[in-house]
């Protein structure tokens, strides 16, 4: 298995092994569809025997029908020859149907399956890779794949049967003429396996370049306030111009390889036809064969010096589906930790005790990465244990970086501890499906995710069955009704992408509605109104109360003040607990708490600070 950064950034070699082994992962989507491939390959036979059958009418004529020996009709010759005319065109219908309905069939299984992946994968493999890079593999990559199956690999495959049998009918009709013919054969397949994999190596770099030029275009673009604030889109423009241009020139050798091999392959066929039809005219004259014998003999060699050629060009092009979808299904080959399951799934889980929300953190130590790869001595939790009865509220405090965050990451099972245990209602957070897990909680951040859909689905995310009823209950609840209400349409009013057109007291009363209609026994709050106005806060402080109660809440804060009713503080220095306690308790103690309560309450008028 691979991991993150080997598979979106480490170019393959594709030569015939990774073809084939590509093709071994692409199988179970192209399984199930066995009968239209059947279909494929009879239509396919069938057109190309209509085609082959020609020749053999072109030389009737020639030899029969134009002096009327052997009582052949000349009209029934040309009838004979619409009739396979008209079997040549309905095959070669079909067969563009069933391959082309195959590729689109086949490349949007292969991107739902890519995706839905995608989505389960942990957060250590999203940590590493690139949101663009992942797009651009799911679109640029799959319909180039899509395209090159869908046309490509059809005329491949149509003109190596056509290859094969004008070969085999050049030597049924002229032996000795044949093998002009094919002793070219050489001379064209050594330098098309050479060109070959040339063009896929260089197909799969330009393929590559254009995923960290469609990577940085992304990031650019969901910056773009960033970026104008910053007066950078003048230098962004220029590196995505050089990245385009990067693009474009690795493109540029890939197509001078294909040029070149379709060139020589294309100089090599067809001169060695027109030798043949100069060594089959001296032998017309010399009464060796007859005239319809030699056109007979030279349309197969055109058939098969055609076929030849076409797939000369189109190898580029299947190079390049096949590197389509090595980058593709690299994907599906990613080690990941975390594995989870659909959230379309019965994600209910019961607990194994009587009780509901009960949290327990034992011993746990944690770092980021692998142990190999990372400092053993600089962990982000060490030896952390804490525990939040049911119904309860702990708050956690501390310095920026003392791991409070990954408190909460490690609970929803974003990542696996690497000492210790972590236990939701008596079961190790280990040995559960995260999905199930995760939906016990409901967690209301600090930069909340608004989807660019209307507010009933952002509200309805977790639930998406939910009820108009039970949606504008968790409004009001969230107090969100008055400015929803007053939105041109309502709770069906779309929002723009990340919710730009809200203010954050907005979306945050939007993700606290979000968790009302979760209806979770345990509720995650990360700094859930730190970056707000006094006004927007009092609202969502009001509504995150109404919220608590009756859960089991962990909660994040900066302003020390919006975790003074905690029933327990536990305070986080350098990942580890260095003080736990009550409000009163940790005031009197001249510990760390103590020193941050000093600073945030010292600038307050005596009163307030008296009342926090």
Same mark, same amino acid.
């Given at each position: ?40 390959f ?59 309905w ?5 490349v ?6 890519v ?28 319909t ?22 004008a ?24 330098p ?8 896929r190596?260089?197909?799969?770099? !330009? /393929?590559?370049? +254009? =995923?960290?030029?469609? @990577?940085? #275009?992304? %990031? $650019? ?10 007066? !950078? /889109?003048?230098? +962004? =423009?220029?590196?995505? @111009?050089? #990245?385009? %241009? $990067?693009s474009?020139e ?8 294909r040029?070149?091999?379709? =060139? ?9 036809v027109?030798?043949?039809l ?54 599906l080959?990613?080690?990941?930790r ?18 509901v ?7 746990v ?28 509220t ?45 939906a ?53 009013t ?33 700094e859930?109104?730190?970056a ?19 859960r089991?809440?962990?909660v ?9 009713s905690a ?6 220095d350098?990942?580890?607990i ?19 309560a ?15």
């Open positions: 298995m691979a991991n993150a950064a080997d598979t979106l950034s480490t170019p393959t070699r594709l030569d015939a092994r990774s073809a084939r082994r590509t093709l071994r992962e692409l199988w179970p989507f192209i399984a199930p569809y066995k009968g239209r491939i059947v279909a494929a009879l239509a396919l036979v069938g057109s190309t025997t209509a085609t082959l059958t020609v020749p053999l009418s072109v030389r009737l004529v020639i030899d029969r029908g134009f002096t009327g020996e052997d009582g052949v009709p000349l009209g029934g010759v040309f009838l004979g020859l619409i009739a396979v005319v008209s079997i040549l065109a309905v095959m070669s219908a079909l067969r563009y149907y069933l391959v082309t195959l590729g689109e069939r086949v949007a299984d292969l991107r739902s399956a995706f839905a992946r995608i989505m389960r994968f942990d957060l250590a493999f999203h940590d590493t890779a690139r949101a663009g890079e992942l797009v651009s593999r799911l679109t640029s990559d799959a180039q794949m899509k395209s090159a199956v869908g046309s490509s690999v059809s005329v491949a495959l149509r003109n190596f049967f056509m290859f094969v049998g070969s085999i009918m050049m030597v049924v009709t002229s032996p000795a003429l044949s093998g002009a013919v094919l002793l070219a054969i050489p001379f064209v397949v050594i098309l396996i050479v060109f070959g994999r040339q063009v190596a260089r197909s799969r770099v !330009a /393929q590559d370049v +254009l =995923a960290d030029a469609s @990577a940085m #275009a992304s %990031e $650019a673009i969901s910056s773009v306030r960033t970026v104008q604030a910053h007066t !950078a /889109q003048g230098r +962004l =423009a220029r590196m995505f @111009a050089d #990245a385009a %241009e $990067a474009f690795a493109a540029r050798h890939s197509i001078v390889a040029a070149l091999l379709t =060139a020589f392959a294309i100089l090599v066929i067809f001169s060695s027109v030798l043949v100069w060594y089959g005219a001296n032998a017309v004259v010399a009464g060796d064969m007859t005239a319809g014998e030699l056109g007979q003999f030279l349309l197969y060699a055109v058939f098969a010096a055609g076929a030849l050629g076409e797939v000369s060009q189109v190898v580029g092009e299947v190079a390049q589906a096949v590197g389509a979808a090595d980058r593709l299904c690299g994907l080959k990613v080690d990941v975390i594995l989870q399951r659909d959230n379309d799934e019965d994600t209910a889980v019961k607990p194994v005790s009587g009780d929300g009960h949290v327990m953190f034992d011993h130590s944690f770092r980021y990465g692998d142990a190999e790869e990372t400092n053993p001595n600089a962990p982000v939790l060490r030896d952390v244990s804490f525990e939040a009865l049911p119904g309860k702990i708050a956690l405090v501390g310095p920026s970086g003392a791991g409070k965050s990954t408190v909460l990451q490690l609970l929803m099972r974003f990542y696996d501890v690497q000492n210790g245990k972590v236990l939701v209602d008596g079961q190790n957070v280990a040995a559960m499906d995260p999905v199930a897990l995760r016990r909680m409901a967690l209301v951040p600090q930069d909340v995710a608004i989807f660019a859909a209307s507010v009933r689905d952002n509200v309805a995310f977790a639930r998406p069955d939910a009820t108009s009823e039970e949606i504008a209950a968790a409004l009001s609840a969230a107090n969100a009704s008055s400015f929803v209400d007053a939105l041109p349409d309502g709770i069906d779309m929002l723009g992408e990340r919710g730009v057109t809200l203010s954050g007291g907005q979306r945050q009363r939007l993700a606290i509605a979000r968790a009302v209609l979760q209806d979770a026994p345990i509720l995650l709050l990360d859930a109104t730190s707000l106005d006094a006004e927007s806060e009092h609202l969502v402080q009001d509504a995150l109360e109404r919220l608590m109660v009756g089991t809440v962990l994040i804060a900066h302003r020390l003040a919006t975790v003074r029933d327990q503080i536990v305070v986080l350098e990942g580890k260095v003080e736990q306690g009550t409000h009163a308790e940790l005031a009197a103690s001249n510990g760390l708490y103590a020193r941050l000093d600073l945030q309450f010292s600038d307050l008028p005596e009163k307030v600070a008296e009342s926090v």
